[in-house]
């Protein structure tokens, strides 16, 4: 495929709320499609395998005003710990690339972790690093497209992908499979190392900490996500020569808090350099191979809670958060101590009418369970609790 035949990148304020210097999106405007679903209506067609995720949008979730202040008391809380992990990140990539990077932060979670990253690129070193970001969908892998269009204007060498956190890798054997079978039908090779914020599930060398705590990005969708929803792939919408698809929320910009959100952790690295510095020489000095913790531990789970499918074991607060938002939740398992930075989770939780229940030695935060044997009879009559299903 030529240069000229391929999609271009679309670009703030025409799509998405962030300005077009921060990032470009390698996606499709999908704006004008109604792709939205009742929650309940997509988890009961996701598990009788009668479509995939990724082919529907759930309903913006859309914060009351209880949540948005946990989600402001949150931010002042943990911007220390963000930026200081943003530099740690930041520094280890760049110290592992022989010329800067160009990053590819996978959408959606990964996009404002990228604008971050390529902030403090600038900030700590002058650097202004190209930012785009990407779609990829488990059990579908990268978008392919995006992929040749990227490796059509730079060497696919100096490609960077980003998320925001590991949960038990799933994206991150995504990401690399997906690579090795580019690199094999394509033969465009890029390097499938994952840059993170937070690795708690032990999956990549490249991470800001593996401490799971709360990111405050985890804690909404769209309104800290530049307005932009969860990626799509629908052949209905989404030809052989397409980016995948999002969609652009214009009508909830009187709630977006995504620039805010940059804004705030941005204010934080002059005084987290020092840590950053600590931080990174301490890293560098110690073995951060991947060991697959959160792998384990999601089998673990599994078979304790009888849940045959694993990828309805969610860990980490960012992977839970999402379960609370997006999916029928079953319950919330909580590590006694954590509650304090969970308030958003156990929020959710009481507005879901979810069992919350305390699990000792819990290496994670807390994990969200996914109703395993949801049907649309394992809502209850208030709309919300889900009971099991005999």
Request: charged content about 25%; proline content about 6%; glycine content about 8%.
């Amino acid at each position: 495929m030529s240069a000229r035949e391929t999609p271009q990148p679309l670009f703030g304020p025409r799509f998405s709320s962030y300005s077009a210097d921060e990032v470009g999106w390698l996606l499709k405007d999908l704006s004008d499609v109604s792709l939205e679903a009742p929650v309940e209506q997509r988890e009961a067609a996701i598990q009788a395998k009668a479509a995939h995720y990724a082919e529907s949008l759930p309903i913006e979730y859309q914060p009351s005003p209880q949540y948005q202040a946990l989600f402001a008391a949150a931010l002042d809380e943990s911007a220390d710990r963000v930026a200081t992990a943003v530099g740690v990140v930041t520094e280890l990539l760049l110290a592992a690339r022989e010329r800067p990077p160009v990053l590819v932060s996978l959408a959606r979670a990964g996009t404002p972790v990228g604008i971050l990253m390529r902030r403090w690129a600038r900030f700590a070193h002058g650097l202004e690093l190209p930012h785009y970001t990407a779609s990829i969908v488990r059990g579908k892998g990268i978008d392919r497209v995006a992929l040749r269009w990227l490796a059509e204007r730079y060497d696919s060498a100096d490609i960077a992908f980003v998320d925001g956190w590991t949960g038990k890798g799933a994206i991150t054997r995504e990401l690399r499979a997906a690579l090795d079978e580019v690199s094999t039908m394509d033969g465009l090779r890029f390097d499938p190392e994952l840059a993170v914020l937070a690795d708690p599930g032990g999956c990549v060398t490249l991470y800001g900490t593996r401490d799971d705590f709360l990111i405050p990005s985890a804690c909404l969708n769209s309104t800290v996500s530049g307005l932009v929803s969860r990626t799509v792939l629908n052949d209905a919408y989404i030809g052989p020569d397409d980016f995948h698809g999002a969609k652009f929320y214009r009508e909830l910009a009187g709630v977006d808090v995504s620039n805010h959100f940059l804004d705030v952790i941005t204010a934080r690295f002059d005084a987290a350099h020092e840590r950053v510095a600590a931080q990174r020489r301490r890293l560098e000095s110690s073995d951060r191979s991947p060991d697959w913790r959160g792998q384990k531990v999601t089998a673990d789970l599994a078979g304790r809670y009888g849940i045959e499918d694993v990828n309805l074991v969610k860990p980490g607060v960012g992977e839970t958060t999402r379960v609370l938002l997006r999916r029928v939740p079953w319950r919330v398992l909580v590590r006694p101590g954590a509650e304090a930075e969970l308030r958003h989770v156990l929020l959710l939780a009481e507005q879901r009418g979810v069992e919350v229940e305390a699990v000792p030695d819990l290496p994670y935060s807390c994990v969200g369970l996914i109703h395993p044997k949801y049907t649309a009879g394992a809502t209850g009559a208030d709309g919300k609790r889900v009971v099991t299903v005999q």
